[in-house]
């Protein structure tokens, strides 16, 4: 060997045990990353112009935390999966991943990190197995990696999960969907856990839903940065905005430029953005915080057309118009990536719905004890509460009388503390049941229809007290399934010595759809015109009464990478005097079907009329 070849054998033999460049994880992705699982394009990664930044801001050394909100159809939960894939192979990591519930956990796990390790190359094999029952080294939540690396996949609702650990990453997903613990802010708790590290990441990203609410309140925290592309014809840089969009006629889904004015096609889109770059709006009032706006106008995938955008928001237009507003708030959480401000929403508050008690000139705010001349016939809806002994046992019971048009007046409102299984807890029921409610023009109208909640451990208790009343009461459960209708058809629970269903003069349980009877309440209670469908509020809705009414908020659930709205009552508040009122409606549903629906008004007013004077026999 010659003497000069020495250094340069010690320098080739000392490289291969050097350790790769660092490589920003744009960089990274595009060498290593695939487009794994549901993917509507498999195969290898493509990072976008408007992802590049936001994920060279994971390995950026003077950026802690990354706050994305975002719409849907711009690949976050991509971007959050390339972060996975670096600090599980590039920078061994212990990761934590927060998603909303546990069935958002165990989905993301199953949908996500299973086929990331399987698809990935680079990953495969780094999954450590379980070699004995007793050892739990890979789960559906936890993966301990052969590297050193780990990934902690929790869920938000569980202080539990957040308890004796220590992070590095710690990636938050839909943070609008967490609902405050015992133990504090679920986000708190997540970033606590990276506390000792110098060199922590936190991301933070999700679908905004309602002003004020984490994602928002994270993005308007950082330096507010949005994409700003170029325009075709002036080159003037500028962020898409929807006013921009032109909605209607012939140019229906192209873009006017801000500064010349010209219009420009969506085939100009991918131009655009290949040219685009992020700017701060703002200074962070957070050290090392980047925060990000992103919406489906950039977006590359053929469901974000601009054209398809336009109609989308026609259709939801067109609902708003028709007062169904929930359309318009998926619009503007999942297009354009902007938390929905309800300004009806107030006024389905205790205070909004105190306001409307209030309106005398409206046909509120009459007499408690009393029923105004419209109401034709009265049903009560019953929440049972507990048992057995157990604390806060109680029966909740409303009233409400209907009117032509199911206009309806709330006349009523107990709590009977007493455990529901117990004889003279129903009797109490009982004698509220039998009360008469006299209208003005001396009508005395009975009890219609009762519905009663028999879920729970009264169940048996519940049913028998229906059975010697089934003519006036019926058993209720709760459906949480979407897309059935308000009230079902009714099921024999009752059955004979064959242990056959008893068809007649048995019991008979109906099934009241959660998400549709809320959607229908919310939808009465917008109504703010007295006739058809408005609902009156009278002196007997006291200021708790109208706090449980409407509490439940609309909150998104994911669902195999797609998102939905599902109503959800906020932690530790009261909505019996809602659920009374659902069930209340249920019994005038099931009262109606033993009428003709077309003539059902008719005939309830003339079994209503006062007899007539006697004609004497000659």
């Not at 190359?121 to 301990?144: D, F, H, M, W, Y």
């Not at 955008?309 to 297009?335: C, I, S, W, Y």
């Not at 990478?561 to 809602?578: F, I, K, M, N």
């Amino acid at each position: 060997m010659i003497e000069s070849d020495v250094p340069a054998l010690i320098d080739k033999i000392l490289g291969m045990f050097k350790p790769p460049p660092r490589l920003k994880l744009s960089e990274y992705a595009d060498e290593f990353a695939v487009m794994t699982g549901q993917a509507a394009e498999r195969g290898k990664w493509r990072t976008l112009p408007y992802q590049r930044e936001i994920l060279d801001s994971f390995t950026d050394p003077t950026v802690e935390t990354v706050a994305i909100m975002k719409s849907a159809r711009v690949g976050w939960t991509k971007i959050l999966g390339v972060v996975v894939q670096y600090f599980s192979h590039q920078d061994p990591s212990p990761i934590m991943v927060v998603q909303p519930v546990k069935e958002d956990a165990e989905g993301y796990s199953k949908e996500e990190i299973k086929p990331l390790f399987e698809d990935t190359p680079v990953l495969r094999g780094l999954l450590c197995e379980s070699k004995a029952r007793n050892t739990a080294s890979n789960t559906i939540l936890l993966k301990q990696l052969s590297n050193g690396g780990l990934i902690d996949i929790v869920n938000a609702a569980s202080g539990r999960a957040f308890r004796r650990k220590s992070r590095k990453v710690v990636l938050f997903d839909e943070l609008d969907a967490y609902r405050k613990l015992d133990e504090g802010d679920p986000i708190k708790l997540g970033r606590n856990r990276a506390d000792y590290y110098w060199d922590r990441k936190i991301g933070l990203g999700g679908t905004p839903i309602f002003k004020g609410m984490k994602t928002e309140e994270w993005y308007l925290k950082g330096d507010r940065r949005l994409f700003y592309v170029p325009c075709p014809f002036c080159d003037h840089r500028q962020v898409l905005r929807w006013e921009q969009m032109q909605k209607e006629g012939e140019q229906a889904g192209s873009y006017q430029c801000e500064n010349c004015a010209e219009l420009i096609p969506h085939s100009k889109k991918r131009w655009m953005v290949e040219r685009g770059e992020w700017r701060p709006t703002a200074e962070s009032q957070v050290p090392n915080l980047r925060s990000y706006h992103i919406w489906a106008a950039y977006s590359y995938s053929p469901a974000a057309d601009w054209s398809i955008l336009v109609r989308e928001h026609a259709e939801a237009l067109d609902a708003l118009r028709k007062g169904d507003p929930e359309p318009m708030q998926t619009f503007h959480n999942t297009v354009l990536g902007v938390p929905w401000e309800d300004t009806i929403a107030g006024k389905l508050s205790g205070d909004g719905l105190a306001t409307r008690r209030q309106d005398v000139n409206a046909g509120n705010g009459y007499a408690a004890g009393t029923a105004p001349n419209g109401v034709l016939v009265i049903t009560a809806g019953v929440d049972v509460q507990g048992g057995g002994g157990t604390s806060g046992e109680r029966l909740v019971v409303t009233m409400w009388g209907w009117g032509r048009g199911e206009e309806g007046w709330h006349l009523g409102h107990w709590e009977i503390d007493g455990d529901p299984q117990r004889a003279e807890t129903l009797e109490q029921l009982a004698q509220i049941a039998a009360t008469k409610w006299k209208r003005d023009d001396g009508i005395e109208l009975p009890l219609a229809m009762g519905a009663i909640d028999d879920g729970g451990i009264a169940t048996h208790e519940v049913r028998a007290w229906c059975r010697g009343r089934s003519a006036t009461w019926v058993p209720v459960k709760g459906d949480g399934t979407k897309g059935k209708p308000l009230v079902g058809r009714g099921v024999a629970v009752d059955v004979n010595r064959k242990n056959q269903p008893i068809q007649r003069n048995g019991v008979l349980l109906y099934k009241v759809n959660y998400e549709a009877s809320v959607n229908h309440l919310q939808g009465r209670l917008r109504n703010e015109t007295p006739g058809p469908g408005y609902l009156h509020l009278g002196q007997a809705a006291t200021d708790q009464f109208l706090n449980e009414l409407f509490p439940w908020k609309r909150m998104p659930k994911r669902d195999k990478g797609q998102t939905s709205y599902h109503w959800d009552l906020p932690r530790g508040v009261r909505d019996e005097a809602g659920d009374c009122t659902r069930y209340a409606y249920a019994a005038l549903q099931i009262l109606s079907r033993r009428y003709h629906r077309a003539t059902m008004w008719d005939q309830i007013e003339r079994q209503l009329k006062p007899a007539g004077p006697t004609v004497p026999v000659p």
